[in-house]
């Protein structure tokens, strides 16, 4: 296990170093991404505009600019008149504060809601799926069923208005959505998230709802199922033991590809319901050319989906012990 942990950790460390170069690239690829440019005004002159380009390190090559922002991860380095200390991602193009902090600051609202909206999804997506394969061709298959189908034919910005319609300024049955540090009011935390929950999670439940119904109905035909039911076993332990372990394999290899689309949907997410996370940051910067704010921001995404991905990876070859040998 050790040997399959470390070969995982070295691929995931390649992987953030091929987007962060890629990502770094893409900026000054796009046309109008010149903030010296931007920052300087119709009235510039080739003097100040050498000057802000200085001041903002733009004026050293591509690949030298991006070693120098690789290497503040790990060693100090100074930025004006500023002295930044590893892991250091910079300053700000736009506001000339720490990207590091920045992010850190909004991080706890685009956290709490992409693990509650994969705790959601889980639950209830495998759950549906359970009974609909276990209930296979009756009424609770086929109301699960057609949920899953209306469920995953909707949309984030559909859903958001919808539901803070009905449940906010018609019913009055929550509150406005807002974050509350867990730590401060846990209560307050659950309620102020719990419709950007719903919202991010009800399509994916409705997706991983049809995938584990599908799963669950191929492990229960396989010979393995037939000769654990001859030896006497109870529906109860069948399901649970010997079943519901084999249906989960592909259930968890897709949860691993989905971590990243669920950073997009967060970014949808929290402009709907007026969060300020580490989504609305992501648009600002891209929308404001602010290289360092975006490196920030995608560096921390990608992490987060490459450890998310190694975890996947760890579960799945405690579920399937080949995958250890194979991989």
Known sequence: MLAFLVRRVLGGIVILAIISLITFLLFFAVPGSDVAALSCGKTCTPENMALIRRGLGLDKPVIVQYLVFMGGIF?????????CTAPCLGYSFVNHQPVLQTVLDRLPVTLS???GAVVLFIIFGVGLGMLA????????DK???TFALIGGSMQIFVLAPFFLYIFVYTTGLLPQPRYVSFFDSPGDWFIGMLLPWLCLAIIYIAYYARLTRSSMVDVLNEDFIRTVRAKGLG???IYVKHAFRGAMSPVVTILGLDIAGLFAGAI??????????VGQLAVNSVNNSDLPMMMGVVLLAAT???LANIIVDVIYAVIDPRIKVSA
Do not use: W, Y
């Not at 394969?133 to 609770?140: E, I, S, T």
């Not at 949808?268 to 996370?277: A, D, K, M, P, R």
């Open 75 to 83: 060693a100090t380095r100074t930025i004006g008149d500023n002295v």
């Open 113 to 115: 809601l992409a693990i």
């Open 133 to 140: 394969a276990l209930r296979k061709g009756k009424l609770a």
């Open 143 to 145: 109301i699960a069923m």
């Open 235 to 237: 529906t109860g332990q």
């Open 268 to 277: 949808i997410t929290e402009q709907s319901f007026g969060l300020v996370g």
């Open 304 to 306: 987060a989906v490459v």
